[in-house]
């Protein structure tokens, strides 16, 4: 069975446009890749079609009920938490706000189950306030690998600076690096398909 890589990437002020030079430079990744971006429901479309206009791949709104296709992008709609289901099913879900946003990158990132065999990236971009920190941590515990955007790229530095000061970051990278860095983690995900789950963190 082949490794599953699955990358969940979060972002807040200044996150289209971050986002938009980062998909430019990604290939079609042999990878589930999910984007937590938060924004207004009003902008729903116009970011979904900005994100498909500079990526190789698909991108689309998730919905409830689908399920996770590598080479395909999901991007959670805005008002509704976006939950994995087995880390392969989509649920949309109405529950309170967490760091007082719907949908919660932290929420997407936590619903990450511990299966053999899987290889998660976490990615935190430009954004204010704390969302993210206790996401990063939960995939850092996995055994995944996790990335934050540098103070001098990020728009706004607070959510970038929030997970690094967990401890629980492998790479600060300015914007230009971090597509390349997905690229060379995806590629050395197969070599994580016969070792041993890692234990929790306590």
């Given at each position: 069975m082949e490794s599953s890589n699955i990358i969940i990437i979060g972002a807040s002020t200044g996150g289209p446009e971050?986002?938009?030079t980062i998909l430019t430079d990604l290939p079609v990744l042999d990878a589930f890749v999910l984007i937590v971006q938060h924004m207004p429901i009003y902008v729903n479309k116009s970011v979904r079609d900005e994100l498909a206009g500079a990526s190789k791949m698909k991108v689309k709104l998730?919905?409830?009920?689908?399920y996770l296709e590598k080479g395909i992008i999901l991007l959670s709609p805005?008002?509704?938490?976006?939950?994995?289901?087995?880390?392969?099913g989509i649920v949309l879900t109405?529950?309170?706000?967490?760091?007082?946003?719907?949908?919660a990158i932290d929420i997407t990132m936590k619903s990450l189950k511990r299966i053999p065999r899987i290889n998660p990236i976490g990615v935190i971009l430009t954004g204010i306030g704390l969302d993210?920190?206790?996401?990063?941590?939960h995939?850092?515990?996995l055994g995944g690998t996790t990335i934050a955007q540098d103070e001098a790229t990020s728009i706004i530095y607070?959510?970038?600076?929030a997970a690094a000061a967990t401890e629980n970051i492998d790479?600060?990278?300015p914007l230009p690096e971090i597509a390349p860095k997905i690229v060379e983690l995806v590629n050395s995900g197969a070599s994580k398909k016969d070792q041993p789950v890692p234990a929790v963190k306590k």
């Open positions: 971050t986002l938009q998730a919905e409830d009920g689908e805005s008002q509704v938490h976006m939950e994995l289901r087995g880390n392969r109405n529950k309170e706000k967490v760091n007082f946003v719907r949908p993210g920190a206790e996401g990063i941590t995939i850092k515990n607070g959510m970038p600076k790479f600060v990278l």
